[in-house]
């Protein structure tokens, strides 16, 4: 009898020992992959995949979220090699090459806010943000809701969705600008955007050259603060602005009048970047409407 309770008692102890070997634990390295295989969609009925779906508190004035603002930031590595996922393979597209696409996008909310996305940052569902399958990480697009004709500019940070009828999955700050977070999903056009003009609040939707950057760079950038068909009027400008700077030189002795296209140009200038120009015009309390232009 004893020999048949030691023989059970190695059995189990055998089968337990095996069981263990065959189970991964999670961690930060596989828990890109577990996400990966999740596919974050709102059924039917309204309710949401597994715990997704809106934070428990949205912030009240989310709406006045400012765009992402496309910059030069190197490529990560790691989230730019070719992967798989759902038994779907991916290349991503590192090419400084124009990106447009029409298709359905979707959001992710509080079920993976916090948590690592494939730029290795951690995902917050209140930021301007998006995941795409081979767009590079980090990039920027313009994403427009073609049934209300909402846009905003977001910036890849993430991978997916893997979802054959999906072309983008948004954060949901952006999902919520755009006026689609109570439908789940949207058709909405993809275009993706470079930094322009030092960074500024615009943005090109074709990409340059790395030496034409670097020539945009390195020209001298001014303010111009009005175009008038004859110099007697741009003079008056002048006048009345150089009133209004009262003797400050730093500014002052950059004023000045250049004639082009037949119209005379005032403006304030020069500065070697546009966020300089934005310090000055902060400090002269001048509306940055006005247009920053390159050098003749």
């Known amino acids: 009898m004893k020999s048949v309770l030691r023989w059970l008692w190695f059995m189990f ?3 337990v020992l095996v069981a263990c ?14 996400l990966a295989n999740i596919q974050k969609t709102v059924v039917n009925n309204g309710a949401y995949f597994q715990n997704d779906g809106p934070a428990d ?3 009240s004035n989310l709406h006045l979220l400012p765009d992402a ?8 590595k790691a989230a730019n ?3 798989s996922a759902l038994g779907m393979s991916f290349r ?12 359905s996008a979707s959001w992710y909310g509080r079920q993976f806010h916090g948590r690592k996305t494939s730029s290795g940052e951690r995902y917050d569902m209140f930021a301007m943000t998006a995941a795409h399958p081979t ?5 920027y697009a313009r994403v427009t809701n073609l049934q209300n004709g909402k846009s905003v500019v977001v910036r890849i940070n993430d991978r997916g969705p893997f979802h054959r009828n999906r072309v983008m999955d948004l954060s949901y700050a952006a999902a919520y600008k755009l006026g689609f977070v109570k439908q789940g999903s949207a058709k909405v056009s993809v275009e993706r955007v470079w930094s322009d003009r030092g960074g500024t609040t615009m943005a090109r939707t074709q990409p340059v050259s790395r030496e034409a950057r670097a020539e945009e760079k390195a020209a001298p950038k001014f303010l111009q603060l009005g175009a008038f068909a004859k110099l007697a009027t741009a003079e008056a400008m002048l006048q009345q602005m150089q009133k209004e700077l009262d003797g400050d030189e730093q500014y002052e002795s950059k004023l000045g009048i250049v004639s082009q296209d037949g119209t005379y140009k005032l403006r304030l200038g020069p500065f070697q970047s546009a966020a300089a120009i934005r310090t000055a015009a902060q400090s002269l309390n001048m509306n940055m409407d006005y247009l920053i232009t390159s050098s003749l």
Request: no cysteine; net charge negative; proline share 15%.
């Open 81 to 83: 090699q070719p992967y």
């Open 135 to 139: 767009l590079p990480i980090p990039s």
């Open 21 to 34: 070997s065959t189970v991964k634990t999670a961690s930060a390295t596989n828990q890109s992959t577990l």
């Open 13 to 15: 102890v055998s089968l």
């Open 57 to 59: 508190f949205t912030p």
């Open 69 to 76: 603002v496309p910059q030069e930031e190197p490529l990560i």
């Open 92 to 103: 991503p597209d590192v090419r400084e090459k124009a990106y447009a696409v029409t298709g």
